[in-house]
C-alpha cells in the first residue's frame, strides 16, 4: 500500500492554458474524489467516482473542468482555459466500499495561473 | 444544503491544556461526521469519525460525540501536546459521495 499518489505536484501555467493533473487512488479503493483547497480554507468537493463511474460533481464546478476515471484505477482532472483564479491545491482521495467513507488523501497538486 | 461550521481559529494553548474546538453542522438525515487533521507540510489525514447519533470517535487522545439534539460535533483532547500542533477539520458525508468541509482550525500548542 503505497498510499495516493498525485502528479505533478506543483504546476505553473499562464491563463488560457490547459492543464491535467493525475491521480493514483490506493489500488483497492473503487471510490474517488477531488477536492480543491484554497489558502485559510477547507477543501471544496469537486466530483467523485465509484469505479468508472461519475456518479456526484458539484454544482460550482465549471464547464471547463471534467474529470475521468477510464478503467477505475487512475483519475485525471483537467482545466481548460485557466483562470488566475483557479489557482489552488487540488486534493484527490480514495476510499473502499467497506470502509465507513473513511477517505485517504494525496499530497495534493498546487496549481499557480499567473 | 449540507454545511459545517467551526470556530475560528487560530487557538494557542499551553502543553498539557485541554483542548476544545467547536464544530456544529446542518444536514438533511444522518449524516457521518469525521475529524480531519492536516500537520505542517503534510496532507490530510483522517483523526476519527462517528457515524450515528451519540457514537464517540477517539484517536490518540483525541474524543468527539455525535450530538444530534445540538447538530454538534465538538473535538475534545484532556492534554495537548506540541506535536498535536496543526490544522483541524471538521467535515460531514450524508451518504458518501459528496463530502463537506468546515474552513479548519489552525492550533499552536506551546512548550
Known amino acids: 500500500d503505497t498510499g495516493v499518489s498525485q502528479n505533478p505536484r506543483h504546476k505553473i501555467t499562464k491563463r488560457g492554458q490547459n492543464v491535467t493533473f493525475r491521480c493514483d487512488p490506493i489500488?483497492?479503493?473503487?471510490?474517488l474524489y477531488w477536492y480543491r483547497q484554497t489558502l485559510g480554507q477547507g477543501p471544496e468537493f469537486l466530483t467523485y467516482f465509484q469505479n468508472e463511474a461519475q456518479l456526484e460533481k458539484s454544482r460550482l464546478l465549471s464547464d471547463r473542468f471534467s474529470a475521468e476515471r477510464p478503467k477505475g484505477s487512475f483519475s485525471t482532472l483537467e482545466i481548460q482555459r485557466t483562470e488566475q483564479g483557479d489557482s489552488a491545491m487540488y486534493l484527490c482521495a480514495s476510499s473502499s466500499q467497506t470502509g465507513v467513507y473513511e477517505q485517504y488523501f494525496g499530497p495534493g497538486t498546487r496549481l499557480t495561473v499567473t | 444544503g449540507n454545511s459545517v461550521t467551526q470556530m475560528e481559529g487560530p487557538v494557542t494553548l499551553s502543553e498539557e491544556a485541554f483542548l476544545t474546538i467547536n464544530c456544529t453542522y446542518t444536514?438533511?438525515?444522518?449524516?457521518?461526521l469525521f475529524w480531519y487533521v492536516q500537520y505542517p507540510g503534510e496532507g490530510l489525514q483522517l483523526l476519527l469519525k462517528?457515524?450515528?447519533?451519540?457514537d464517540k470517535g477517539s484517536n490518540k487522545g483525541f474524543e468527539a460525540t455525535y450530538r444530534k439534539e445540538t447538530t454538534s460535533f465538538h473535538l475534545e483532547k484532556g492534554s495537548v501536546q506540541v506535536s498535536d500542533s496543526a490544522v483541524y477539520f471538521c467535515a460531514l458525508t450524508p451518504y458518501g459521495q459528496n463530502f463537506v468541509f468546515g474552513p479548519g482550525t489552525r492550533l499552536s500548542v506551546l512548550p
Open positions: 489500488s483497492e479503493h473503487n471510490r
Open positions: 444536514a438533511t438525515g444522518y449524516p457521518s
Open positions: 462517528a457515524t450515528k447519533a451519540d
